[in-house]
């Protein structure tokens, strides 16, 4: 399968890259070129791919994605001490139709998937996030989504998709993968209270922003169990963006997006992530810094993942037993990083969609509460998912 829906990164930007130091991330990717062609992907662990699609934007005006600021702000920035190699796969430009483009982009991320690469996607408009889903058909049975967002985008299922809507389409169309969906950053007055009432009936997790702002450390275990992670810009406050980018004067700053972005990237389970609602402007060099430092953020986490299966390894893991009222709760804490786990059991007689005992991520915090005899809502949320 070659990647027939990819054109190339713009000479524009190669021209730039060109007086670039050698030290340079420009320097350092592979890089889809007119000139060159698509590059070899045999070593490659992860690939950024813009995505020129918005027409599903509420409020689309004609406008058209333009990624190229990013590209250049991007290239200019020196790796870490990366064992990763990169590629820039360039661009899917529009469809004829919206339905053209979700088609090429989960072709793309399939074909990326099924070679262990992660692909970083850059938009455009979030319902491409639906896209990103549908892609996992026939890779994994069950997947995790985590948006990073002021909105749950849950909408109307009812009427056709849009960017602040997307949700509804993944929850109903079959087949029916998605275990779990997490919002991150969530501000309360964006959303109404039936979509709130509908994330607790789902047992989906939402976290209030005053609750990431608190403790940014409680989205690391979020991010652990996510397969799919959707970032909307508009989570991010207006006074770090620029004037075309701002939405709301309260936000995630600048430190706590990267810091997601790299909890994102350490997780080994995020096998895909997509910055989205991207909007360009002549002014726009801080929005785009800001987003190339989250995919900067990104791939060093990836450069630091550490595998740990503690179901599996009785030498480097601690194991907790802890009873409340009628039931056990096994927690693990890895000697190694400290990270902790917690069982949800198998439960043959439902209609589960764990197939297995399987790990939840948690905090030492949610340990703390079992012992005092109060279950973990994490841990509740999963195990209810599992039963019915």
């Known amino acids: 399968m070659t990647f027939n829906f990819l054109s190339p990164v713009s000479d524009e930007v190669l021209a730039d890259n060109e007086l670039l130091l050698p030290h340079a991330l420009g320097k350092k990717f592979k890089i889809h070129s007119n000139a060159d062609g698509l590059p070899d992907l045999d070593d490659v662990k992860i690939a950024i791919i813009g995505v020129l699609e918005n027409r599903n934007d509420v409020n689309y005006i004609g406008t058209d ?33 919206v339905e053209d483009t979700y088609f090429a982009l989960r072709t793309t991320i399939n074909v990326l998937l099924e070679k262990q690469i992660i692909p970083i996607i850059l938009g455009g408009s979030q319902d491409l996030t639906y896209s990103n889903y549908r892609a996992y058909d026939g890779i994994l049975p069950m997947v995790n989504i985590v948006n990073v967002d002021s909105n749950f985008d849950l909408g109307d299922s009812t009427l056709p998709i849009k960017n602040n809507s997307y949700l509804g389409k993944i929850i109903l169309e079959q087949p029916y993968n998605l ?31 005053g609750e990431v702002s608190k403790s940014i450390a409680l989205v690391e275990p979020v991010m652990r169990d996510a397969h799919i992670v959707s970032v909307d810009l508009k989570s991010v406050k207006a006074s770090e963006l620029s004037s075309k980018q701002k939405y709301s004067p309260n936000g995630l700053d600048g430190k706590e997006i990267c810091a997601i972005a790299r909890y994102a990237g350490i997780s080994n389970k995020v ?3 997509g910055v989205y609602e991207y909007q360009h402007s002549e002014d726009d060099h801080v929005t785009a810094m800001l987003v190339s430092q989250m995919l900067w953020y990104f791939i060093e986490g990836v450069n630091c993942r550490i595998k740990e299966d503690p179901l599996n390894d009785d030498i480097n893991y601690q194991k907790f037993n802890v009873l409340i009222d009628d039931d056990e709760l096994i927690f693990y804490k890895s000697i190694k990083t400290g990270r902790w786990w917690i069982e949800i059991p198998f439960l043959p007689e439902a209609n589960n969609k764990l197939k297995k005992h399987t790990l939840l991520p948690c905090m030492y915090e949610d340990y703390e509460e079992a012992i005092q005899g109060k279950i973990p809502e994490r841990w509740y949320k999963a195990y209810r998912k599992n039963s019915f």
């Open 65 to 97: 994605v333009q990624l190229n600021m990013i590209r250049k702000v991007l290239y200019h920035l020196f790796p870490g001490n990366w064992h990763t190699t990169v590629a820039d796969l360039g661009d899917i430009r529009k469809g004829d139709s």
């Open 179 to 209: 275990f779990n969906y997490s919002t991150i950053g969530y501000q309360t007055y964006f959303n109404s209270q039936e979509e709130i009432d509908l994330m607790e009936k789902l047992y989906f997790e939402a976290y209030r922003l």
């Open 271 to 273: 096998s895909s992530f």
